[in-house]
């Protein structure tokens, strides 16, 4: 699973725009921005989350699930956990 904010700071992080992700993972650009806009987990079928998430990977980018620990090195971000 892939959540919006993740999938956004996963693009900020390769240094790409939405139309550049977008040719990389042969969805359209209106595909990935509603992907980005929603709220929580993103919502699509199984061939388009597993574009995405393989052109992301092509970039670098690891996805790190919820309470899951990184295997590799190298740079990145992840939201703590907010109080209350």
């Known amino acids: 699973m892939i959540t919006?904010?993740?999938?956004?700071?996963?693009?900020?992080?390769?240094?790409?725009?939405?139309?550049?992700?977008?040719?990389?993972?042969?969805?359209?650009?209106?595909?990935?921005?509603?992907?980005?806009?929603s709220?929580?987990?993103i919502r699509g079928n199984v061939d388009s989350l597993m574009k995405l998430i393989g052109a992301l990977e092509v970039l670098g980018i690891a996805l790190i699930g919820e309470d899951a620990t990184s295997s590799e090195g190298g740079r990145g971000v992840r939201l703590k956990r907010r109080a209350g």
């Open 4 to 37: 919006a904010a993740q999938l956004r700071a996963a693009r900020a992080l390769a240094g790409i725009d939405q139309r550049e992700l977008a040719e990389r993972s042969g969805l359209s650009v209106p595909t990935i921005q509603r992907m980005e806009a």
């Open 39 to 41: 709220d929580g987990v």
